[in-house]
Nanobody, 115 residues
Framework: QVQLVESGGGLAQPGGSLTLSCQVSGSKISSARVGWYRQAPGNELELVTFMTSVNSYYLDSVKGRFAISGSDAENMVYLQMSSPKSEDTAVYYC??????????WGQGIQVTVSS
């Protein structure tokens, strides 16, 4: 059974930094597409970033500020958020996709950017 558990959310100051972590069990991140989505109040779920063994993607509004990384040894995925903005406030979800038909989600974690 694949499980994803996020941690590290909370309050971040504009211009500061925050790192989200996602512990994955039941599937190796090295053989899947892993990423982060977010949903702000009143907005649809949007893809923030993902990575595979050969490529990565970033939402335009986070390019140069956010970075996704992973640890094969620990089977963890990270989202480093630098210089967050108020518009980055949302619930963030870790995602693992083995293929188009087998995707798994974490429970979500709140990130609030405010001074």
């Amino acid at each position: 059974q694949v499980q994803l558990v996020e941690s590290g959310g909370g309050l971040a100051q504009p211009g500061g930094s925050l790192t989200l972590s996602c512990q994955v069990s039941g599937s190796k991140i090295s053989s899947a597409r892993v990423g982060w989505y977010r949903q702000a109040p009143g907005n649809e779920l949007e893809l923030v970033t993902f990575m595979t063994s050969v490529n990565s993607y970033y939402l335009d509004s986070v390019k140069g500020r956010f970075a996704i990384s992973g640890s094969d040894a620990e089977n963890m995925v990270y989202l480093q958020m630098s210089s967050p903005k108020s518009e980055d406030t949302a619930v963030y979800y870790c995602n693992l996709a083995k293929d188009d038909y087998n995707t798994f989600w974490g429970q979500g974690i709140q990130v609030t950017v405010s001074s």
